[in-house]
């Protein structure tokens, strides 16, 4: 089974640099990411296609040309806990070390959820589906349960994973096989969108 996990367009919180809400929208940039994706996906023929619950992941989705997808709470966007909708320079400024309160055996400074949540829900999710005979999925989610995607799939753990970029819209392929996952592809994107060099927000 492949699995295509793409992340959401740019939004508003992207482009301001805080901590996503839930009802933050896509920008006009955003839109055109999931119409230039949207082209390359829509050649693929998918088995079935999982949305994260949150409006800006559906959107992205809508706009990619998929009307039709189950939505799954084990993909959500991490919960960043107190730190939503603050700006990350102010953050930084004041706790230049605060990206390690997700990481395990760091003292959650923040109500943050852990790293390690997120690759637990990931774990739960593809073991959800490794039995239903499926080829190929579409997977609409955020930067950190793919970057955990990747942490099960390399067996990397720590701050280094705080540096894989993985831009909006951007598509990254898992193969899933007993429970095994392995990687494919990671982070690509359609070539008008590599003239972007702002992908680089927190979720």
Known sequence: ???????HGETYNNVEAVFPRDDTELTENGKRQALETGKYLKGIKFDYVFSSPIPRVQNTLKI?????Y???ALLR???????????????AAMDPEWYATFQDGVENRY???KFSSVKKRMDKFTSSISDRGYQRVLIGTHLEPIRAMFSIATLTEGMPLTKLE???????VFSLHENTVELK?????PLENYTDSKNKSFN
């Not at 990619?64 to 039709?68: D, Y």
């Not at 966007?77 to 953050?91: A, E, F, N, P, R």
């Not at 993985?166 to 990254?172: P, R, W």
Request: charged letters at 25%.
């Open 1 to 7: 089974m492949l699995l295509y996990f793409v992340r």
């Open 64 to 68: 990619m040309g998929f009307e039709k």
């Open 70 to 72: 189950t939505t799954d």
């Open 77 to 91: 966007d991490v919960d960043t806990g107190d730190l939503t909708g603050k700006k990350m320079s102010d953050i």
């Open 111 to 113: 109500n943050v959820e």
């Open 166 to 172: 993985i831009g909006n819209c951007s598509i990254s």
């Open 185 to 189: 592809g990671f982070n690509w994107y």
